[in-house]
DNA sequence: TTTTTTATGTGCGTTACCCCGCATAAGGGT
DNA sequence: ACCCTTATGCGGGGTAACGCACATAAAAAA
């Protein structure tokens, strides 16, 4: 069979994924695309099967800032199954690929009644708690070229794929620095040869020197029996 | 009939209210005391009725920090009804006082069969999420003075007192910062008359003024329909 | 082509916070 | 009374990141 290109569906048992499946439609999500605005109602939720989506809180009078991370290792929209019809956090299209969407309601009713989904979505939650957690310290305590380092990998883990679209002032916004010091960090790695990068396009060159380079957040991951399975790609 | 302390609890139906109120037990909790580590198996959980623990991410190598509050609107031990055995964080007792504590089983037991519980707890999960988030964003933007501000307040309104027993050590753990800068900050406030300070305790004389001195992340708490009712204490 | 927009490079003064070390003073224990 | 632990005050030097302004260059639009 055809491996289900999303982790959490993955772990259902069969029986449930194929009436769960039967709800979800594939699509196909654009850079730049905001598909949760902080307020509004939450009309769908998303499994990512191949792109990335960041969360980001917006402080006003600041840029923003990313806490959290989903990729085909998660799913969006969270609140829904946790009885909340909007998020404070908006969702944006990092990185651009499909995913597979669901109503709402559809959603609510499947995770009301289906006891496997319903573990999986609240093991899920759990893993994010901690991710926005160790994010948030991250931030505090590192400096911009570690975090930098550490958001290339993450992202390069989630996207299966060394070079993606991304601009410093996306990257400034992502982890709440200014342009010019994403530049600076970007340019130190560029001549040490672990990326190279041109007008909006990033690609990571050596992976291993990155690992070198981040924080040591990267590698904290959720891991162990008591998280979503440490989802780090094969290399 | 004398008022639930616990906010939550205070949203059950009356019948499940008395059912669950039978596994409680009031125990008072000491300053100081760590109710979970992170990877150590969570026994019981809490729902503080006076008394307040902060959640502590240890970033390796730094000193701790807090990112989230938890008082009588809340609970501790969500990762049991996640169906995680235990916490990546860290609950230590920052404000000594009563809560009400249940086993692990029982709690799940009735977490699982209870839907009015299963609801309100799910909720509380939105709302710390958001307020983890929220603090992630405030520590990387805000500068320490307004921070501190916020927190004193926040202490406050779930302490439902204006004073308590506080090191400038042990705030900057709270606060990741240097002990030295929540000196400064401090004393900047004392002389202006809005908090007065020695040798771990602090008290607040100037409500107002101390708001004016927080960021604005204070009153950015959880509001509206969509969370746990904003709980502020009446003037 | 030329023009316009957009992405990145660069420099410079400022600031909040860091790290380190030590002085002072309040309380608790004996 | 005394010591001794602990909480806070204070200074000096260092730096990561800030805000701003502007130069350059690639791409897109005209």
Redesign the pocket.
């Known amino acids: 069979m055809a491996a289900i290109p999303n982790i959490l569906l993955r772990l259902l048992p069969r029986k449930d994924y194929l009436r769960f499946a039967s709800g979800l439609t594939p699509v196909t999500l654009e850079f730049g695309k905001v598909l949760y605005e902080p307020g509004k109602p939450i009309r769908d939720v998303y499994f990512p099967s191949a792109c990335l989506i960041s969360l980001l809180k917006i402080a006003a009078g600041h840029r923003a800032l990313e806490v959290g991370m989903v990729g085909p290792e998660g799913m969006l929209g969270i609140p829904i199954a946790l009885g909340i019809g909007s998020s404070p956090i908006r969702a944006l299209v990092q990185g651009e690929g499909t995913a597979l969407r669901m109503g709402k309601a559809r959603f609510l009713k499947e995770f009301n009644s289906c006891a496997p989904l319903h573990r999986i979505v609240l093991t899920y939650v759990h893993a994010l708690m901690g991710q926005i957690a160790q994010t948030a310290a991250c931030n505090r305590f590192h ?3 570690g975090r930098l380092a550490r958001w290339l990998l993450m992202t390069r883990d989630r996207m299966a794929s060394g070079d993606f679209r991304m ?3 996306f990257l400034s916004h992502m982890l ?6 994403v ?2 960090a ?2 130190g790695f ?1 001549e040490k040869g672990l990326i190279e ?5 990033i690609r990571i060159l050596n992976h291993r020197g990155l690992e070198a380079a981040a924080c040591s957040c990267y590698g904290e991951s959720p891991k162990g029996p008591e998280a979503i399975p440490a989802w780090r790609p094969a290399r």
């Open positions: 400096v911009v070229e601009t410093h002032e709440g620095v200014r342009r010019e010091g530049s600076e970007a340019a560029q990068y041109s007008r909006g396009k």
